[in-house]
Protein backbone atom coordinates (compact mmCIF):
# COMPACT_ATOMS: atom_id res chain seq x y z
CA UNK A 1 0.00 0.00 0.00
CA UNK A 2 1.28 3.39 -0.87
CA UNK A 3 1.83 5.68 2.18
CA UNK A 4 -0.39 8.74 2.27
CA UNK A 5 -1.87 11.36 4.75
CA UNK A 6 -4.19 10.30 7.49
CA UNK A 7 -7.13 12.52 8.30
CA UNK A 8 -10.16 11.97 11.39
CA UNK A 9 -12.23 15.29 11.35
CA UNK A 10 -15.16 15.62 13.36
CA UNK A 11 -17.70 18.06 11.54
CA UNK A 12 -18.24 18.03 7.82
CA UNK A 13 -17.16 21.19 7.22
CA UNK A 14 -13.70 20.24 8.80
CA UNK A 15 -14.04 16.92 6.26
CA UNK A 16 -14.92 19.07 2.98
CA UNK A 17 -12.08 21.39 3.58
CA UNK A 18 -9.73 18.46 3.27
CA UNK A 19 -11.00 16.70 -0.09
CA UNK A 20 -9.23 17.76 -3.55
CA UNK A 21 -10.30 18.45 -6.57
CA UNK A 22 -9.15 15.81 -8.43
CA UNK A 23 -9.53 12.27 -7.95
CA UNK A 24 -6.80 11.21 -6.58
CA UNK A 25 -5.74 14.00 -4.19
CA UNK A 26 -8.27 12.31 -1.30
CA UNK A 27 -10.71 9.53 -0.54
CA UNK A 28 -13.62 9.28 1.90
CA UNK A 29 -13.31 6.87 4.32
CA UNK A 30 -16.19 5.04 5.89
CA UNK A 31 -16.40 1.82 6.50
CA UNK A 32 -13.60 0.84 4.63
CA UNK A 33 -14.80 -2.55 3.12
CA UNK A 34 -14.32 -1.17 -0.40
CA UNK A 35 -11.33 1.79 -0.09
CA UNK A 36 -8.66 -0.55 1.52
CA UNK A 37 -9.14 -3.10 -0.73
CA UNK A 38 -8.13 -0.57 -3.63
CA UNK A 39 -5.31 1.30 -1.73
CA UNK A 40 -4.04 -2.23 -1.17
CA UNK A 41 -4.05 -3.03 -4.64
CA UNK A 42 -2.71 0.15 -6.03
CA UNK A 43 -6.15 0.68 -7.97
CA UNK A 44 -6.43 3.75 -5.61
CA UNK A 45 -3.47 5.67 -4.19
CA UNK A 46 -4.52 8.79 -2.93
CA UNK A 47 -2.00 11.23 -1.42
CA UNK A 48 -4.76 11.89 1.57
CA UNK A 49 -7.38 9.49 3.54
CA UNK A 50 -10.32 11.30 4.98
CA UNK A 51 -12.00 9.47 7.71
CA UNK A 52 -15.49 10.29 7.68
CA UNK A 53 -16.92 7.52 10.47
CA UNK A 54 -17.21 9.80 13.40
CA UNK A 55 -19.00 12.69 11.87
CA UNK A 56 -22.28 12.45 13.87
CA UNK A 57 -24.67 14.30 11.49
CA UNK A 58 -23.56 11.83 8.55
CA UNK A 59 -25.51 8.97 10.37
CA UNK A 60 -28.66 8.24 12.25
CA UNK A 61 -31.95 7.22 10.82
CA UNK A 62 -34.82 8.94 11.41
CA UNK A 63 -38.72 10.28 9.56
CA UNK A 64 -38.85 13.42 8.16
CA UNK A 65 -41.53 15.38 5.56
CA UNK A 66 -39.83 14.02 2.85
CA UNK A 67 -40.18 10.42 4.03
CA UNK A 68 -36.80 8.79 5.66
CA UNK A 69 -33.58 9.88 6.16
CA UNK A 70 -30.51 7.46 6.29
CA UNK A 71 -27.19 9.01 7.29
CA UNK A 72 -24.64 7.93 5.09
CA UNK A 73 -22.64 6.41 7.56
CA UNK A 74 -25.96 3.93 8.93
CA UNK A 75 -23.93 0.53 8.76
CA UNK A 76 -25.87 -2.40 7.39
CA UNK A 77 -26.54 -3.31 10.97
CA UNK A 78 -28.51 -0.24 11.73
CA UNK A 79 -30.27 -0.18 8.56
CA UNK A 80 -31.40 -3.80 9.20
CA UNK A 81 -32.25 -3.11 13.06
CA UNK A 82 -34.37 -0.02 12.10
CA UNK A 83 -38.05 -0.76 12.50
CA UNK A 84 -39.13 2.22 10.18
CA UNK A 85 -36.90 0.06 7.76
CA UNK A 86 -38.30 -3.11 8.51
CA UNK A 87 -41.98 -1.47 8.53
CA UNK A 88 -42.00 -0.04 5.07
CA UNK A 89 -39.01 -0.96 3.02
CA UNK A 90 -38.72 -4.67 2.72
CA UNK A 91 -36.90 -4.30 -0.42
CA UNK A 92 -33.92 -2.69 1.21
CA UNK A 93 -34.15 -5.12 4.15
CA UNK A 94 -33.73 -8.11 1.81
CA UNK A 95 -30.92 -6.38 -0.04
CA UNK A 96 -29.11 -5.72 3.22
CA UNK A 97 -29.82 -9.43 4.07
CA UNK A 98 -27.62 -10.41 1.15
CA UNK A 99 -24.79 -8.95 2.23
CA UNK A 100 -24.18 -12.47 4.25
CA UNK A 101 -20.78 -11.48 5.84
CA UNK A 102 -21.89 -10.37 9.81
CA UNK A 103 -17.86 -8.36 9.42
CA UNK A 104 -19.03 -6.23 6.24
CA UNK A 105 -22.68 -5.55 7.86
CA UNK A 106 -21.15 -4.00 11.28
CA UNK A 107 -18.54 -1.97 9.44
CA UNK A 108 -19.65 -1.71 6.20
CA UNK A 109 -22.28 1.88 5.11
CA UNK A 110 -24.83 2.51 3.19
CA UNK A 111 -23.26 5.36 1.57
CA UNK A 112 -20.37 3.38 0.91
CA UNK A 113 -22.67 0.94 -0.75
CA UNK A 114 -23.77 3.66 -3.27
CA UNK A 115 -20.21 5.04 -3.65
CA UNK A 116 -18.32 1.27 -4.06
CA UNK A 117 -15.88 0.95 -7.39
CA UNK A 118 -16.35 -1.81 -9.75
CA UNK A 119 -16.41 -5.36 -9.29
CA UNK A 120 -14.92 -6.14 -12.50
CA UNK A 121 -11.34 -8.25 -12.26
CA UNK A 122 -10.28 -6.01 -15.41
CA UNK A 123 -10.62 -2.59 -13.49
CA UNK A 124 -9.05 -4.34 -10.34
CA UNK A 125 -6.02 -5.29 -11.54
CA UNK A 126 -5.59 -2.08 -13.38
CA UNK A 127 -6.33 -2.12 -16.48
CA UNK A 128 -8.75 0.54 -16.23
CA UNK A 129 -12.61 1.11 -15.72
CA UNK A 130 -13.30 0.62 -19.75
CA UNK A 131 -11.21 -2.39 -20.34
CA UNK A 132 -9.21 -1.18 -23.30
CA UNK A 133 -12.84 0.38 -24.83
CA UNK A 134 -14.29 -3.05 -23.79
CA UNK A 135 -11.73 -4.89 -25.75
CA UNK A 136 -10.49 -6.91 -23.18
CA UNK A 137 -14.02 -7.52 -21.75
CA UNK A 138 -15.41 -8.67 -24.73
CA UNK A 139 -12.34 -11.02 -26.07
CA UNK A 140 -11.97 -12.53 -22.23
CA UNK A 141 -13.72 -13.83 -19.38
CA UNK A 142 -16.83 -11.77 -19.00
CA UNK A 143 -19.24 -14.53 -17.51
CA UNK A 144 -19.98 -12.06 -14.58
CA UNK A 145 -20.40 -8.67 -16.87
CA UNK A 146 -23.05 -6.45 -18.01
CA UNK A 147 -26.08 -7.76 -20.89
CA UNK A 148 -27.37 -4.30 -21.05
CA UNK A 149 -25.34 -0.99 -22.30
CA UNK A 150 -23.76 -1.82 -24.82
CA UNK A 151 -20.43 -0.55 -23.66
CA UNK A 152 -18.07 0.75 -24.16
CA UNK A 153 -18.29 -0.33 -20.10
CA UNK A 154 -19.31 -3.63 -19.72
CA UNK A 155 -18.75 -3.48 -15.52
CA UNK A 156 -21.75 -4.18 -13.19
CA UNK A 157 -22.95 -1.80 -10.80
CA UNK A 158 -21.89 -3.37 -7.01
CA UNK A 159 -24.54 -1.12 -5.23
CA UNK A 160 -26.69 -3.79 -3.53
CA UNK A 161 -29.05 -1.02 -2.50
CA UNK A 162 -29.34 0.74 -5.99
CA UNK A 163 -31.78 -0.69 -7.65
CA UNK A 164 -34.11 -0.69 -5.11
CA UNK A 165 -33.16 3.11 -3.65
CA UNK A 166 -33.96 3.70 -7.80
CA UNK A 167 -37.24 1.95 -7.64
CA UNK A 168 -38.42 3.65 -4.58
CA UNK A 169 -37.61 7.12 -6.06
CA UNK A 170 -35.10 7.85 -3.55
CA UNK A 171 -32.64 10.91 -3.83
CA UNK A 172 -29.31 11.38 -2.44
CA UNK A 173 -27.75 14.76 -1.11
CA UNK A 174 -24.15 15.53 -1.89
CA UNK A 175 -22.11 18.07 -0.18
CA UNK A 176 -18.86 20.16 -0.64
CA UNK A 177 -16.99 23.47 0.64
CA UNK A 178 -19.10 25.69 -1.32
CA UNK A 179 -22.68 24.01 -0.94
CA UNK A 180 -25.22 20.92 -1.32
CA UNK A 181 -27.67 19.42 -4.26
CA UNK A 182 -29.97 16.89 -4.10
CA UNK A 183 -30.02 14.06 -7.28
CA UNK A 184 -32.58 11.22 -8.18
CA UNK A 185 -31.01 8.16 -6.96
CA UNK A 186 -31.30 6.92 -10.84
CA UNK A 187 -29.10 9.75 -11.22
CA UNK A 188 -26.27 9.24 -9.12
CA UNK A 189 -25.17 6.57 -11.14
CA UNK A 190 -23.83 7.58 -14.30
CA UNK A 191 -22.58 5.31 -17.16
CA UNK A 192 -18.96 6.22 -17.98
CA UNK A 193 -18.03 6.48 -21.60
CA UNK A 194 -14.31 7.12 -20.90
CA UNK A 195 -11.30 5.88 -18.08
CA UNK A 196 -10.95 8.85 -16.49
CA UNK A 197 -14.97 9.24 -15.63
CA UNK A 198 -16.75 7.59 -12.31
CA UNK A 199 -19.95 5.19 -12.50
CA UNK A 200 -21.70 7.56 -9.98
CA UNK A 201 -22.10 11.49 -10.18
CA UNK A 202 -20.25 12.20 -7.02
CA UNK A 203 -17.43 14.81 -8.01
CA UNK A 204 -14.08 14.40 -5.80
CA UNK A 205 -14.39 17.44 -3.48
CA UNK A 206 -18.03 16.20 -2.40
CA UNK A 207 -19.76 13.76 0.34
CA UNK A 208 -22.54 11.59 -0.04
CA UNK A 209 -24.40 13.05 3.28
CA UNK A 210 -27.36 11.26 2.83
CA UNK A 211 -30.63 9.47 1.49
CA UNK A 212 -33.94 10.60 1.17
CA UNK A 213 -36.47 7.32 0.39
CA UNK A 214 -39.76 8.79 -0.08
CA UNK A 215 -42.99 7.49 2.73
CA UNK A 216 -43.71 3.52 1.22
CA UNK A 217 -46.82 3.25 2.88
CA UNK A 218 -49.13 1.86 0.32
CA UNK A 219 -46.23 1.14 -1.73
CA UNK A 220 -45.89 -2.94 -2.34
CA UNK A 221 -41.96 -3.45 -2.70
CA UNK A 222 -39.77 -5.90 -2.86
CA UNK A 223 -35.91 -6.99 -4.15
CA UNK A 224 -35.20 -10.85 -5.04
CA UNK A 225 -31.91 -11.73 -6.00
CA UNK A 226 -29.74 -14.65 -7.58
CA UNK A 227 -27.19 -16.05 -6.48
CA UNK A 228 -24.01 -18.27 -6.93
CA UNK A 229 -23.91 -19.34 -3.29
CA UNK A 230 -25.01 -18.17 -0.02
CA UNK A 231 -21.70 -17.42 1.50
CA UNK A 232 -20.27 -14.08 0.60
CA UNK A 233 -20.36 -13.05 -2.90
CA UNK A 234 -22.21 -10.46 -5.19
CA UNK A 235 -25.20 -11.47 -6.79
CA UNK A 236 -25.48 -12.29 -10.54
CA UNK A 237 -28.44 -10.39 -11.12
CA UNK A 238 -31.08 -9.21 -8.85
CA UNK A 239 -34.64 -7.06 -9.59
CA UNK A 240 -36.04 -4.71 -7.04
CA UNK A 241 -39.70 -3.08 -7.88
CA UNK A 242 -41.94 -1.20 -6.37
CA UNK A 243 -45.60 -1.42 -7.17
CA UNK A 244 -48.57 1.77 -6.14
CA UNK A 245 -51.84 0.16 -7.07
CA UNK A 246 -55.35 0.89 -7.56
CA UNK A 247 -57.49 -1.53 -5.57
CA UNK A 248 -56.14 -4.87 -7.05
CA UNK A 249 -54.59 -3.38 -10.05
CA UNK A 250 -51.07 -1.42 -10.66
CA UNK A 251 -51.90 1.98 -10.82
CA UNK A 252 -48.14 2.47 -11.37
CA UNK A 253 -44.66 0.38 -11.26
CA UNK A 254 -40.88 0.54 -11.23
CA UNK A 255 -39.07 -2.10 -12.22
CA UNK A 256 -34.92 -2.03 -11.41
CA UNK A 257 -32.76 -4.58 -12.13
CA UNK A 258 -29.12 -5.04 -10.82
CA UNK A 259 -25.73 -6.37 -11.81
CA UNK A 260 -26.76 -6.85 -15.43
CA UNK A 261 -25.46 -3.41 -15.88
CA UNK A 262 -23.06 -0.23 -15.18
CA UNK A 263 -25.84 1.32 -13.56
CA UNK A 264 -28.79 -0.19 -11.92
CA UNK A 265 -31.14 -0.41 -15.37
CA UNK A 266 -34.75 0.68 -15.11
CA UNK A 267 -36.69 -1.50 -16.57
CA UNK A 268 -38.95 0.57 -19.16
CA UNK A 269 -41.21 -1.84 -21.06
CA UNK A 270 -42.12 -3.69 -17.98
CA UNK A 271 -43.43 -0.67 -16.04
CA UNK A 272 -45.34 0.44 -18.94
CA UNK A 273 -46.72 -2.97 -19.68
CA UNK A 274 -47.73 -3.66 -16.06
CA UNK A 275 -50.15 -0.08 -15.30
CA UNK A 276 -53.52 -1.36 -15.24
CA UNK A 277 -52.88 -5.09 -14.74
CA UNK A 278 -53.66 -7.76 -11.96
CA UNK A 279 -50.35 -9.65 -11.23
CA UNK A 280 -50.50 -13.33 -11.62
CA UNK A 281 -48.08 -15.66 -12.58
CA UNK A 282 -48.51 -14.84 -16.18
CA UNK A 283 -48.88 -11.28 -15.85
CA UNK A 284 -45.09 -11.79 -14.11
CA UNK A 285 -43.55 -13.61 -16.39
CA UNK A 286 -44.58 -10.95 -19.21
CA UNK A 287 -43.31 -8.04 -17.48
CA UNK A 288 -40.17 -10.58 -16.84
CA UNK A 289 -39.89 -10.81 -20.73
CA UNK A 290 -40.63 -7.28 -21.35
CA UNK A 291 -37.71 -6.03 -19.02
CA UNK A 292 -34.72 -8.70 -20.92
CA UNK A 293 -36.12 -8.28 -24.02
CA UNK A 294 -33.36 -5.31 -25.03
CA UNK A 295 -30.50 -7.88 -23.30
CA UNK A 296 -27.46 -8.28 -25.14
CA UNK A 297 -25.28 -10.81 -23.65
CA UNK A 298 -21.49 -11.55 -24.43
CA UNK A 299 -19.98 -14.56 -25.31
CA UNK A 300 -19.93 -16.10 -21.78
CA UNK A 301 -22.68 -14.82 -19.76
CA UNK A 302 -25.93 -15.79 -21.77
CA UNK A 303 -27.07 -17.25 -18.28
CA UNK A 304 -27.76 -14.01 -17.21
CA UNK A 305 -30.70 -13.39 -19.37
CA UNK A 306 -32.67 -16.10 -17.32
CA UNK A 307 -31.88 -15.38 -14.00
CA UNK A 308 -32.68 -11.74 -14.47
CA UNK A 309 -35.70 -12.43 -15.64
CA UNK A 310 -36.72 -14.86 -13.15
CA UNK A 311 -35.42 -12.59 -10.76
CA UNK A 312 -37.75 -9.68 -11.82
CA UNK A 313 -40.89 -12.18 -11.85
CA UNK A 314 -39.98 -13.08 -8.27
CA UNK A 315 -39.90 -10.01 -7.08
CA UNK A 316 -42.82 -8.82 -8.46
CA UNK A 317 -45.02 -11.59 -7.40
CA UNK A 318 -43.42 -11.23 -3.82
CA UNK A 319 -44.18 -7.45 -4.17
CA UNK A 320 -47.64 -7.92 -5.04
CA UNK A 321 -48.16 -10.04 -2.21
CA UNK A 322 -47.56 -7.90 0.45
CA UNK A 323 -50.27 -5.64 2.01
CA UNK A 324 -49.83 -1.87 1.57
Not at 13 to 40: I, P, R, Y
Not at 198 to 224: D, F, H, K, M, S
Not at 295 to 301: E, G, I, K
Request: glycine share 10%; proline share 5%; with cysteine.
Amino acid sequence: MQSFEYASPATLKEALSLLGNQWGEADVLAGGTDLLSLMKEYVHTPKRVVNIKGIKELGGISKTAQGLRIGATVTLDQLLASPAVRAEYPSLVTAAQGVTSPQIRNMGTVGGDLCQRPRCWYFRMGMGLLAKGGSLVKEGDNRYHAIFSGGPAYFVSASSFGPALVALGAKVKLASASGARELEAEKFFVMPRIDTARETALQPNEILTEIIVPAAIGVRNATYEVRQKEALDWPLATASVALKMKGAAVASARVVMGHVAPTPWVAAQAEQMLAGKTIDEGVAEEAAQAAVSGAQPLSDNGYKVQIARTAVKRALLAASRRRG
